[in-house]
């Protein structure tokens, strides 16, 4: 949600910002613009849209110089204009400010500061922060200490932010500060970036910086130097970011989506490499941070989380429960720290989440801390805040995620969650070896089947040829394939804005089934498992009423074939690992009828890759 870059050395930095501006393209956003110090002055260029607009912007009126900011913006504050877009200057246009998050109490201070005589520009929460520095600059008596003025004017802040400063007063400066919305600084040979996201930065550093809740940092070409909250200067950990720059491009695919749900066979090896010994039947999760004994005292687990990542939840609470034998409880995230939940030393509050930063799943982790849960995170961003604040994290190792709809990371997710579930019940005594053996050896076999899905999609895209155009879809699934309904549902209404509800299956005849005629396409989720015969007898009821059945099956079932006017049919696995291969055919059928019906499938309308504001 919203996406900041910037840069600070001794190349052009024009086409440095728009190819930053670019990579995060994929976290949703509705305007853009930079601001950089050229020859002693502010030079500002924003529009609507999308960045190719800016780019023509600046065609038009070209600027050149060797520090700037630049921004993408997803409304909050405001509507979508030129005016609104970021970077904000001050009264003088002497200093630019771009933000990421919500300035809670800006009404006040913005009434605070026109009676001062500060002239307001645009409608967003964000301009605040330009007039409070340069009040504070004004008042750093000769100094023009741009870093005392953010510091000064943050104090005065309510809300969450992650927010960049130049100003024509300090040219050879970016001071930066986050709290509660990430932002990280890249190190380069004499050129330093700041960064909403990793990507944004990949193609020139891999050395990073991650800012904690309440820093404040100063990047210049001699080095960063970053400061705590009570404004002592403080030494930070360089991370060494794994990615390739290259798993960051289309590598030839027609969009990042399907380059990323081609991407799950190796994504879901690497989440399990070398974390398993099939022979043995053991997990290897060094990083959780619990030790043995007190996994063996956790008397609940609870699993916060949003979105996409709150449907593997669901998938893993049938997990804890079945091989566990622990009580589990599933929360979104925006909803869990309202209802004051029942939290103390022997419960486990596992967070999911791809980017490590929703906003929502990071309160549910502040609020299982304060509390004094065990806390444990399934990320997919070395680094970010999740893996940092929780006692123990587990990496889904998928690599960087461009496309807003998530697809790889969920698979990795539901990978890593049976591996911590397998590794929970060998420490409990739950499981025995010889299930978690037979178990773990068909897991290594599920890459092999999404390849299978991945090279057989003709049925799929035959499918989607037929029911592209039609405006409502019900996805069915039972027991532990409900959740996986719930995903597919998602996936189409996100990317193709058709409308789809996921059900469990048995609840169709409370409610759903008064929808379904000759018109509505019904995906049922039909694969071996102990709810076969009861998910059938579902078909036969949309059958009855002239709907339309299309179902995921597994290879060999005839009978099936006689039910549905599409059946996508999948090698045969374990019920408890079957939804991390029947997902991946809704991913695709989902991808496919987005495309035909032309609509943007990696940047979908109003959406946001990490929702970091709540």
């Known amino acids: 949600m919203c996406g900041i870059v910037g840069y600070v050395g001794n190349k052009d930095v024009v086409p440095i910002l728009i190819d930053?501006?670019?990579?995060?393209?994929?976290?949703?956003?509705?305007?853009?613009g930079i601001g950089v110090i050229e020859n002693g002055r502010l030079e500002l260029r924003r529009c609507m849209g999308k960045i190719c607009n800016l780019e023509n912007a600046l065609k038009e009126k070209p600027c050149k110089g060797s520090i700037a900011l630049g921004h993408t913006r997803w409304a909050t504050h405001g509507r979508p204009s030129e005016e609104n877009a970021h970077p904000h200057t001050d009264c003088q246009d002497r200093l630019v400010v771009v933000h990421n998050g919500i300035i809670e109490n800006y009404l006040t201070l913005k009434k605070g500061l026109i009676k001062e005589g500060h002239k307001f520009k645009s409608e967003t929460d964000t301009e605040v922060l330009a007039h409070l520095v340069e009040k504070y600059l004004a008042k750093s008596r000769g100094k023009k200490s741009i870093l005392f003025a953010l510091q000064r004017a943050l104090k005065e802040v309510e809300g969450s932010y992650a927010v960049g400063v130049i100003s024509v007063d300090d040219p050879e400066k970016i001071v930066c500060a986050r709290k509660e919305s990430p932002l990280v600084i890249g190190l380069g040979r004499k050129e330093y970036f700041i960064a909403s996201d990793v990507p944004a930065i990949l193609?020139?550093?891999?050395?990073?910086?991650?800012?904690?809740?309440g820093e404040t940092a100063e990047v210049s070409t001699s080095g960063v130097e970053v400061y705590d909250k009570s404004g002592r200067k403080i030494k930070k950990k360089v991370f060494q970011i794994s990615w390739d720059p290259v798993m960051a491009e289309k590598g030839g695919y027609k969009h990042f989506m399907l380059k990323e749900i081609h991407e799950q066979p190796r994504a879901i090896r690497d989440t399990f490499r070398g974390r398993m010994a099939p022979d043995k039947g053991e997990v290897y999760l060094e990083e959780i941070g619990l030790s043995k004994e007190e996994i063996r005292k956790i008397e609940k687990v609870y699993i916060v989380a949003c979105g996409t990542s709150y449907h593997s939840a669901l998938y893993g609470e049938f997990l804890f429960e079945e091989l566990v034998r622990l009580p589990c409880e599933v929360d979104i995230g925006s909803e869990f720290r309202y209802r004051n939940p029942i939290i103390n030393g022997n419960t486990l509050v596992l967070l999911i989440s791809q980017s490590g930063e929703t906003a929502d799943t990071l309160a549910g982790l502040k609020e299982a801390k304060e509390k004094g849960g065990k806390t444990l995170a399934i990320c997919n961003?070395?680094?970010s805040t999740a893996t940092r604040e929780a006692d123990g994290v587990i990496y889904t190792r998928a690599g960087p995620e461009i496309g807003v709809a998530s697809s790889k990371a969920f698979t990795?997710?539901?990978t890593a969650l049976c591996l911590l579930a397998i590794y929970f019940g060998r420490v409990r005594g739950t499981l025995g070896k010889e299930k978690a053996r037979n178990i773990l050896m068909h897991l290594l076999r599920i890459p092999h089947q999404v390849e299978e899905v991945l090279e057989n999609q003709e049925e799929i895209i035959a499918c989607a040829q037929s029911y592209f155009k039609k405006i409502d879809f019900l996805f069915l699934g039972r027991h532990?394939?409900?959740p996986i309904a719930l995903e597919g549902a998602l996936k189409l209404k996100e990317i193709s804005y058709i409308h789809a509800e996921g059900y469990p299956a048995g609840e169709m005849k409370h409610g759903p089934i008064a929808l379904i005629d000759k018109n509505m396409p019904v995906l049922a989720i039909a694969t071996d498992s102990k709810v076969y015969e009861k998910v059938m007898a579902n078909i036969e009821e949309v059958k009855a009423r002239d709907g339309i059945v299309i179902a995921l099956a597994t290879k060999n079932n005839k009978e099936i074939k006689k039910k549905?006017?599409?059946?996508?049919?999948?090698?045969?696995t374990m019920e408890i690992l079957s939804p991390i291969v029947n997902v991946v055919s809704l991913q695709l059928l989902a991808y496919h009828i987005a495309a035909l019906r032309g609509c943007d499938v990696d940047q979908p309308r109003n959406l946001a890759k990490s929702v970091t504001v709540e």
């Not at 930053?20 to 853009?32: C, F, N, T, V």
């Open 480 to 482: 532990i394939n409900y």
């Open 20 to 32: 930053g501006l670019k990579r995060l393209e994929y976290r949703g956003y509705d305007s853009a």
């Open 203 to 213: 193609g020139y550093t891999r050395k990073v910086i991650y800012l904690d809740d």
């Open 412 to 414: 990795a997710q539901l």
């Open 381 to 383: 961003v070395l680094g």
């Open 564 to 572: 549905a006017e599409y059946v996508f049919y999948l090698s045969e």
